[in-house]
């Protein structure tokens, strides 16, 4: 018969690199009631911040005296190695456990057992599966609430309840799986993850006052979303990113690459704390046109700026003024009006006929402005406008990716019997997105492995 170790903590902080135990208590349970047990205080060798000692009740002179961990070690393997370890929320107390351990010389590997995660799958429909509220709509009793004792001592008359109740065999069942095994964040409903479907989408994490603190995108919903709650990875960023995350939205999309489109695109527009790579892919400089004080239009890269009448936008200044040369070299405009040269009277192109002098006035403004307005509609021409027809999100509709000028204009969905020569009405049906590198690349590259989901358009002006 298996033997479970029940076990609870109280600790200096909330992640276990770093911080201390102050108390643990050990019950050995064999399936029908408590045969053994261990109890003590810890020096955790730092200072317990105020407010845990106003929650658990343990200060720094309670614990003075008290072994180190180092000191009862041994013991505390002896009872867990081979056991079963069990606790409310456990790999909280079993990545602290772990760890010091560890320091010790003491290799703990044991199979996992959260009574959380236990109480939602037998007892379901509860309001709360926090220990404090649990244990009181189960009329358990819980004293010396948290302290180690009374806590572990609560968990183990939950767990004989569980027992008891679990006539599916769900707990043998969680033990056969891996270590890796799911525990859902301690705010969040399971039936929060029973509502995601299995299709490509995007996802959001809220957090207690609705706030989107992470989002992500997926090809299979549940399943991506279901892998963030697994491993034994638990730091304490993980254990902070977990607790914090109390709802979860989605949107289900027509394809992997729309969802891709849609993360870049939401990310941008909300820039959640713990979103981090995709932050950086907002375009960084533009090209702007301008008519200055004696009627010459002027082309200059400058810093991007949101909805702003760029003509293109790029990540770096490095690539802008590369088209920039192009255009002038090309269409034979003044280096001086396009802000590649600023400290002389003239361009240096001027001194060997690569310039026809409007840097001194000595061209015509309407002449020089054809040239400039030639250059930007060559610069359009040459930028791609198609769309990009694929899987809906049901068999009744297509998804429709938009690019216009060589920048994403949006997307969105059209009957799957829409004509779709009508370019207006399927633009219509569009829903406009900002732009930038990173969501044109991706397209531009999928449009080339699939030419045959592409429809060009004629160029807008």
């Not at 509502?195 to 609705?210: E, H, I, M, T, W």
């Not at 400039?372 to 899987?391: E, R, T, W």
């Not at 219509?428 to 990173?438: E, L, M």
Request: with cysteine.
């Amino acid at each position: 018969m298996s033997k479970y170790a029940i076990v609870d903590i109280e600790t200096t902080g909330g992640f276990a690199s770093g911080n201390g135990i102050t108390e643990i208590s050990i019950l050995i349970h064999d399936g029908s009631a408590v045969i053994d047990s261990f109890e003590t205080l810890i020096n955790p060798e730092q200072d317990i911040p105020e407010y845990i000692q106003a929650l658990t009740g343990i200060s720094n002179e309670m614990v003075s005296k008290a072994p180190l961990f180092d000191e009862v070690a041994e013991k505390i393997y002896q009872l867990l190695n081979d056991k079963i370890f069990v606790a409310h929320n456990v790999n909280f107390d079993y990545s602290f456990v772990r760890h010091q351990l560890a320091n010790s010389g003491f290799a703990l590997n044991c199979k996992k057992l959260c009574t959380v995660r236990m109480s939602r799958k037998i007892i379901p429909g509860h309001s709360s599966y926090s220990l404090g509220k649990l244990c009181a709509e189960l009329h358990i009793p819980l004293h010396d609430r948290h302290r180690a004792g009374g806590d572990a001592a609560a968990t183990a008359l939950l767990l004989s309840l569980l027992l008891e109740k679990d006539n599916e065999g769900i707990i043998p069942k969680s033990l056969l799986k891996s270590s890796g095994e799911q525990v859902l964040p301690p705010n969040l409903s399971k039936s929060k993850i029973d509502a995601l479907p299995s299709n490509p989408g995007v996802y959001y994490f809220r957090d207690q006052k609705g706030k989107i603190i992470y989002i992500g995108k997926a090809v299979n919903l549940r399943k991506r979303v279901c892998s963030h709650f697994s491993g034994n990875k638990i730091n304490r960023q993980r254990q902070e990113f977990l607790k914090n995350i109390y709802d979860i939205d989605f949107t289900v999309c027509g394809t992997e690459l729309m969802a891709l489109i849609l993360e870049a695109a939401e990310i941008q527009k909300h820039w959640p704390e713990n979103n981090k790579a995709l932050k950086h892919f907002e375009q960084k400089y533009a090209l702007y046109d301008f008519e200055d004080q004696n009627g010459y239009i002027r082309l200059g890269i400058d810093k991007y700026k949101k909805n702003s009448n760029a003509l293109y936008t790029f990540n770096s200044l490095l690539s802008g003024q590369s088209m920039l040369r192009g255009m002038i070299n090309e269409h034979v405009l003044c280096e001086k009006l396009c802000f590649i040269q600023k400290n002389r009277l003239s361009c240096t192109a001027h001194e060997y006929g690569g310039c026809h002098g409007a840097c001194l006035g000595l061209e015509n403004p309407v002449t020089y402005n054809e040239r400039v307005d030639a250059a930007i509609k060559h610069l359009k021409s040459a930028l791609p406008s198609f769309a990009l027809l694929d899987s809906g999100r049901n068999e009744e509709e297509k998804s429709c990716l938009w690019v216009e000028n060589g920048k994403f204009y949006g997307m969105g969905y059209i009957s799957f019997y829409a004509d779709i020569s009508d370019h207006e009405t399927l633009k219509s049906n569009i829903v406009p997105y900002t732009s930038n590198d990173y969501i044109l690349n991706m397209i531009l590259s999928y449009a080339e492995s699939h030419p045959l989901q592409r429809i060009d358009l004629p160029k807008s002006t």
